[in-house]
Protein backbone atom coordinates (compact mmCIF):
# COMPACT_ATOMS: atom_id res chain seq x y z
CA UNK A 1 0.00 0.00 0.00
CA UNK A 2 1.22 3.56 -0.60
CA UNK A 3 0.91 6.42 1.73
CA UNK A 4 -0.27 9.79 -0.19
CA UNK A 5 0.34 13.36 2.26
CA UNK A 6 -0.75 16.70 0.30
CA UNK A 7 0.38 19.99 1.00
CA UNK A 8 0.15 23.64 -0.20
CA UNK A 9 -3.30 24.36 -0.21
CA UNK A 10 -4.99 27.79 1.43
CA UNK A 11 -6.55 30.70 0.43
CA UNK A 12 -5.89 32.67 -2.85
CA UNK A 13 -7.51 35.71 -4.54
CA UNK A 14 -8.93 34.97 -7.89
CA UNK A 15 -6.02 35.16 -10.18
CA UNK A 16 -3.71 34.30 -8.16
CA UNK A 17 -1.52 30.66 -7.93
CA UNK A 18 -0.76 27.46 -5.71
CA UNK A 19 1.24 24.73 -5.63
CA UNK A 20 0.73 22.02 -4.41
CA UNK A 21 2.57 18.89 -3.74
CA UNK A 22 1.93 15.16 -2.68
CA UNK A 23 4.55 13.10 -1.23
CA UNK A 24 4.28 9.42 -1.63
CA UNK A 25 5.94 6.46 0.71
CA UNK A 26 5.43 2.80 1.52
CA UNK A 27 5.62 0.66 -1.75
CA UNK A 28 4.77 2.18 -4.94
CA UNK A 29 5.19 -1.05 -6.94
CA UNK A 30 2.61 -1.38 -9.91
CA UNK A 31 1.43 2.34 -9.62
CA UNK A 32 0.56 2.69 -13.25
CA UNK A 33 -1.00 6.68 -12.76
CA UNK A 34 -1.02 9.67 -10.50
CA UNK A 35 -3.60 12.23 -10.09
CA UNK A 36 -4.81 14.73 -9.00
CA UNK A 37 -8.63 15.22 -8.39
CA UNK A 38 -10.79 17.62 -6.49
CA UNK A 39 -14.22 17.57 -4.80
CA UNK A 40 -16.34 21.19 -3.79
CA UNK A 41 -18.92 20.93 -1.64
CA UNK A 42 -22.25 19.61 -2.99
CA UNK A 43 -20.37 18.07 -5.71
CA UNK A 44 -18.92 15.08 -6.98
CA UNK A 45 -15.15 14.06 -6.87
CA UNK A 46 -13.60 14.88 -10.18
CA UNK A 47 -10.42 14.06 -11.99
CA UNK A 48 -8.52 17.62 -12.57
CA UNK A 49 -4.70 16.14 -13.63
CA UNK A 50 -2.84 12.86 -14.09
CA UNK A 51 0.00 11.26 -16.00
CA UNK A 52 0.31 7.24 -16.56
CA UNK A 53 3.74 5.45 -16.05
CA UNK A 54 4.37 5.93 -19.65
CA UNK A 55 4.33 9.47 -19.42
CA UNK A 56 1.11 10.63 -20.51
CA UNK A 57 -0.30 13.64 -19.09
CA UNK A 58 -4.33 14.17 -19.28
CA UNK A 59 -6.51 17.22 -18.05
CA UNK A 60 -9.63 18.33 -17.12
CA UNK A 61 -11.05 20.53 -19.32
CA UNK A 62 -12.13 23.56 -17.20
CA UNK A 63 -8.08 23.81 -16.01
CA UNK A 64 -5.95 23.08 -19.71
CA UNK A 65 -4.28 26.00 -19.49
CA UNK A 66 -3.97 26.83 -16.09
CA UNK A 67 -3.23 23.67 -13.94
CA UNK A 68 0.30 21.81 -14.81
CA UNK A 69 1.34 18.48 -13.08
CA UNK A 70 4.49 17.67 -12.61
CA UNK A 71 6.85 14.73 -10.68
CA UNK A 72 9.92 14.97 -8.85
CA UNK A 73 10.95 10.72 -8.91
CA UNK A 74 14.15 11.49 -6.95
CA UNK A 75 11.30 12.81 -4.01
CA UNK A 76 8.70 10.62 -4.50
CA UNK A 77 6.20 13.71 -4.89
CA UNK A 78 3.66 14.66 -7.37
CA UNK A 79 3.03 19.18 -7.69
CA UNK A 80 -0.14 20.26 -9.43
CA UNK A 81 1.04 23.87 -10.01
CA UNK A 82 -2.78 26.39 -10.20
CA UNK A 83 -2.45 29.15 -12.09
CA UNK A 84 -5.04 31.96 -13.11
CA UNK A 85 -7.12 30.41 -9.93
CA UNK A 86 -11.06 31.37 -9.93
CA UNK A 87 -13.66 30.65 -7.26
CA UNK A 88 -14.69 27.79 -9.01
CA UNK A 89 -11.55 26.04 -8.23
CA UNK A 90 -12.53 26.39 -4.74
CA UNK A 91 -12.52 22.06 -3.87
CA UNK A 92 -10.43 19.68 -1.28
CA UNK A 93 -7.91 18.34 -3.35
CA UNK A 94 -6.92 14.98 -2.97
CA UNK A 95 -3.74 12.85 -4.37
CA UNK A 96 -4.45 9.36 -6.03
CA UNK A 97 -2.24 6.77 -7.07
CA UNK A 98 -4.23 3.58 -9.31
CA UNK A 99 -2.88 0.51 -9.33
CA UNK A 100 -4.11 -1.82 -11.36
CA UNK A 101 -2.82 -5.67 -11.58
CA UNK A 102 -4.72 -8.40 -13.07
CA UNK A 103 -7.23 -6.94 -13.86
CA UNK A 104 -7.94 -5.26 -10.30
CA UNK A 105 -7.98 -1.73 -9.49
CA UNK A 106 -6.60 -0.47 -6.20
CA UNK A 107 -6.58 3.40 -5.38
CA UNK A 108 -4.90 5.48 -2.98
CA UNK A 109 -6.17 8.45 -1.63
CA UNK A 110 -4.58 11.10 0.45
CA UNK A 111 -6.19 12.75 3.33
CA UNK A 112 -7.10 15.93 1.03
CA UNK A 113 -5.77 19.75 0.86
CA UNK A 114 -8.41 22.67 0.71
CA UNK A 115 -8.19 25.32 -1.59
CA UNK A 116 -9.53 27.99 -1.20
CA UNK A 117 -10.09 30.88 -3.90
CA UNK A 118 -11.35 34.43 -3.27
CA UNK A 119 -13.02 36.65 -5.39
Known amino acids: QVQLVESGGGLVQAGGSLRLSCAAS????????MAWYRQAPGKQRELVAA???????NYADSVKGRFTISRDNAKNTVYLEMNSLTPEDTAVYYC?????????????WGQGTQVTVSS
Open 51 to 57: FTIGGTT
Open 96 to 108: NARRIFAGVVSDS
Open 26 to 33: GSRFGINT
